[in-house]
């Protein structure tokens, strides 16, 4: 239960003094990635954030300034040498590298006759092969806790509800999130050679800005709160998952949408 999660949490504030975390997706506000950073740099962490613009310049929601205060990075994840250089770059400026949080994703809009092999390659490349060589370069450059000491290292990804209810206008959106979900196991299993956990976080749907008003009021009345998930929201979960105490979590892919019931509108909620 998340809740359980956020009692834990709050209860015993994370402690990431002297951690080192790389935060992608950061390319607009009221996100989940620039939530994420904020809360690791409150935790003590040293964070170097990156984004894309160009991909939410290309949007309906449109790219905007992010105001944090750090540095936002330029990274490309189609390109296949991006997700090394990051994680080098990281390393080159702090000597270490602890923490992946990896929230960027291609968005796609296709149905299974409109969708082609353009779109499903860009969103495989960005959505799950960059991931993956993430993870790969972590393991590589990762150093261990010792033995005595819980692993420090931490990555997540995020999936969707693709695996809960069908997304069939979102076909290469939703086959690159599947690929997210279905891999967390094995990539969890693999990084544990280098005392790194992984996990997966589907946050349900989150307040960022996409949705337009009618949606966001239909929406919110399928939540037993009437309000959408919140980037602070998913922020709780993550900051627990990368802290000590979230250790004995992992190869999970962790569904925490706030009671998100998407068949709601097959049998209208009523307040009491």
Known sequence: DHRCYVRAMSSRPADLTGRVALVTGVSRPGQIAPATVRRLLDAG???????????????PWGAGPVDLPIPVRRDDFEDPSAPAAVVDAVVAQYGRLDIVVATHARS???????VDVDELDRCWRVNVRSVVLLAQRLAEVHEPAPAERPPSGRMLWFTSGQHIEPMDDEIAYAVSKGALHQMTASI?????RSR????????????TGYADATTREAIATMFPDRRWGSPDDVANLVEFLV?????WIRGQVLDTEG????FAHHAPITRD
């Open 45 to 59: 962490a040293a964070v170097v954030a990156t984004g894309w613009p160009p991909h939410d310049a290309e949007m």
């Open 108 to 114: 796609s809009h296709s149905s299974l006759a409109a």
């Open 188 to 192: 969890d299993h693999a990084l544990a």
């Open 196 to 207: 790194v956990v992984a996990n997966c976080i589907n946050p349900g749907p989150v307040d």
């Open 243 to 247: 802290s000590d105490a979230g250790a």
């Open 259 to 262: 009671g998100f019931d998407r």
